[in-house]
């Protein structure tokens, strides 16, 4: 018989939220596989539980070559258990490559739920929550990062993204750029541990809060764009989301025929004032 996978939830803050059932697979699992050996330690401890199984570790550097491995000890019979640093394996966290060569091999994968920061940002933002979309992290490069936001600047469901401290001005300064100044947002930090802090309001005025300097996990929410027709957008807001398109290497034709479709009005008023803005020298 085959043995069987376990992506097990761990805590993204305080300690108390591991579920009871990750006590029991870390003491009966015959293999951990962790992202970070000293932090399983580190959580072992708090818990109170010996992993009696072998620990290997499991990151983003040795995934690919570790996975041949873990899908051989499953195939002999071996109960491994997978966890990362925080949260849910696979979600922005190792785990993807091994689930799917478990299900090609018909190994069983199976879970014990835990803590996830996308699910807590999300209940904790204000923003809608019956239907949204978890874009992980932003690319690092400004160019690349814009485009990524470009390409969900109409989406309506609310958005979830992770970032680093560091990067969170960038972010939410492109964000402005991309989805408008005005357009809703919180910025989740440190979740459940001990300055946890939600920072909500406009992406503009989160932007210049950021630009002071930010410590911490990050989680940013921000809301879904407005239903098409029910935003109204002036001809000079048409003008620079035409330009912002343009910048990214749009030909002007599609960026007119996009922002028209993200406003819900027709491709000519949008036309009407970029055409306008280059006749006053704008």
Known sequence: MTGTLVLAGTPIGDVKDAPPRLVEELAGADVVAAEDTRRLRRLTQALGVQPAGRVVSYF??????????????????????????????????????????????DIKV????????VLTALA????????????????????????????VAGERRTLVYFEAPHRL??????MAEVF????????CRELTKTYEEVRRGGL???????????????TVVVEGAPEKGAEEVDAAEFVRR??????????????????????GVPKREVFDAVVAAKKAGA
């Open 60 to 105: 983003e550097g040795n995934e690919a070559a570790r996975t041949p491995e873990l899908v051989e000890a499953l195939l002999e019979g071996s109960r491994v258990l997978l966890v990362t640093d925080a949260g849910m394996p696979s979600v922005s966290d190792p785990g993807y490559r091994l689930v799917a060569a478990a299900v090609e091999k």
């Open 110 to 117: 199976t879970a014990v739920p835990g803590p996830s920061a």
């Open 124 to 151: 904790l933002s204000g923003l809608p929550v019956d239907r949204f979309c978890f874009e992980g992290f932003l690319p690092r490069k400004a160019g690349e990062r814009l485009s990524r936001l470009k390409e």
């Open 169 to 174: 001005d960038d972010t939410l300064a492109a």
């Open 180 to 187: 408008g100044a005005e357009r809703r947002a919180a910025v």
């Open 204 to 218: 503009g005025e989160l932007a210049e809060w950021a630009a002071e300097g930010v410590r911490g996990e990050i």
């Open 242 to 263: 035409v330009r912002i398109r343009e910048e990214a290497g749009e030909r002007r034709k599609e960026a007119i025929a996009a922002v028209a479709a993200e406003a």
